[in-house]
């Protein structure tokens, strides 16, 4: 099978609304020689970050839409046409290929709708952009109520929002300290031919330019690095840990921040570890093994402390709860396709309800971080808000830095067209006495 059929049932079930794209891309990847994995998902990522403007084109094209089985023809005609307008590929190469796709998944009877419609986009192109533009989802390549969400929010930033959403995203990784510092990681790097740079505002971290695989990078086998976004590298050096503490990282899958605490902090009295998703709990024990740390990790849901809590309490608490994830659409652009406007709603009940259940488990004198990789206001300021306001003993822990934008609560980060990805963090103290 080549890498554009492959690409296209992967990305069938996530423009059918049934899957999400992280673990499609995972199985698909096994399936691919690692010579081709590259292209393979450039096609998935691009095809989907300029989904709703090449969906757009595609039902201008097409005389009537395609039956819900033939999901991976669309997915192709989606293909070719991204290929067309965003790829450095041949017209003829990129057609001719889409179209062996298609013999390639056995629907040979489509081999000429595709060209057919591949073609015609060529031939009208100026026409159909002229005609389309002015249309909300065809010119910024989001839904429309993700537009009017993120506008309402941030009126005076929103073009630049979505034009890093629809960019690749950079890659950054978090150093392990515990193995080597930067300096001595960025040199090995370099001795591979591998470009990097020190990130702004995290200290240990770095941004790389011409990485390739990951897991083939010197040092990722000895747990020297982890792949981690800037903003989320942020989140350890809020918590302002010490020796002794007891601290857990709810929603901790698959390991990330988590990892981090423990990198951060060697001499604590314990790291828990909770999450509800089993497989990512997986993952997140063969992090914490290629990086040499340990945590107690518990496979439960968050939200019933009785099921996982021993009533021993926490001295920090790292809440990075569910949310949108409106942060990182550029990592995970299949958010697009699959979040709905109507999702807003029961995360924001998540949310308050999280806090409220892990608020008992905190000491006295500790510290909640509260984080989202949202970067909408009523899941994040709202929040925290709402929750200072109906608990006595919490009060707001302002975050001075030089990254974000300052709120009534807590700091916003947004996403960077090279820099970090969107992000939320409020510390919330829990006072000795109740007033």
Not at 27 to 51: D, M
Request: charged fraction near 20%; proline fraction near 5%.
């Amino acid at each position: 099978m080549n890498i554009r059929a492959i690409a296209a049932s992967t990305l069938a079930p996530v423009i059918a609304g049934h899957a999400s794209l992280a673990n499609l891309l995972d199985q698909a990847q096994a399936k691919i020689p690692v010579s081709e994995r590259k292209l393979f998902t450039a096609l998935c990522l691009g095809s989907l970050r300029q989904y709703h403007r090449l969906d757009v084109l595609a039902k201008q094209l097409l005389r009537s839409p395609l039956k819900s089985k033939d999901a991976d023809v669309y997915a192709l005609i989606i293909i070719g046409l991204y290929q067309l307008c965003s790829m450095r590929v041949p017209d003829h190469a990129a057609i001719d290929q889409s179209v062996d796709a298609a013999r390639n998944l056995r629907k040979a009877w489509s081999t000429k709708l595709i060209n057919g419609v591949l073609r015609n986009f060529l031939r009208r192109r100026d026409q159909l952009e002229t005609a389309l533009a002015g249309s909300a989802e065809f010119d910024y390549a989001h839904p429309a109520w993700l537009l009017r969400q993120i506008r309402g929010a941030w009126p005076d930033s929103w073009e630049q929002i979505v034009a890093a959403n629809n960019q690749q995203a950079p890659l950054s990784v978090r150093v392990n300290r515990r193995k080597m510092p930067p300096a001595q990681l960025a040199a090995l790097f370099a001795e591979s031919g591998i470009q990097c740079r020190e990130l702004a505002y995290s200290s240990i971290g770095l941004h790389l330019e011409n990485a390739g695989d990951i897991s083939q990078l010197p040092g990722y086998r000895e747990g020297a690095f982890s792949v981690q976004d800037e903003a989320a590298q942020l989140s350890a050096p809020l918590l302002s840990l010490c020796p002794g503490m007891r601290v857990l990282d709810a929603c901790c899958a698959p390991g990330g921040k988590a990892s981090h605490l423990a990198e951060t902090e060697a001499h604590l009295a314990e790291l828990v570890g909770v999450d509800i998703d089993a497989a990512r709990l997986d993952k997140t024990r063969a992090n914490f093994a290629r990086l040499g740390l340990q945590a107690s990790l518990i496979h439960a849901d968050v939200s019933q402390r009785d099921a996982w809590w021993d009533g021993k309490p926490f001295a920090r608490i790292l809440l990075d709860a569910p949310c949108s994830a409106t942060g990182v659409i550029r990592r995970h652009p299949d958010i697009k396709l699959l979040r709905r406007e109507s999702d807003l709603t029961k995360l924001q009940r998540l949310q308050g309800q999280l806090i409220r259940q892990l608020w008992p488990s905190l000491q006295p004198g500790g510290e909640l971080l509260y984080a989202t990789c949202s970067i909408l206001p009523r899941e994040n300021e709202a929040i925290v808000g709402e929750f200072i306001n109906d608990t006595k003993d919490a009060v707001h822990d302002p975050i001075n830095a030089s990254w974000g934008i300052k709120r009534p609560f807590g700091r916003q980060l947004l996403p960077q067209a090279e820099g970090h990805d969107g992000f939320y963090y409020a510390r919330i103290i829990k006072t000795r006495e109740c007033n």
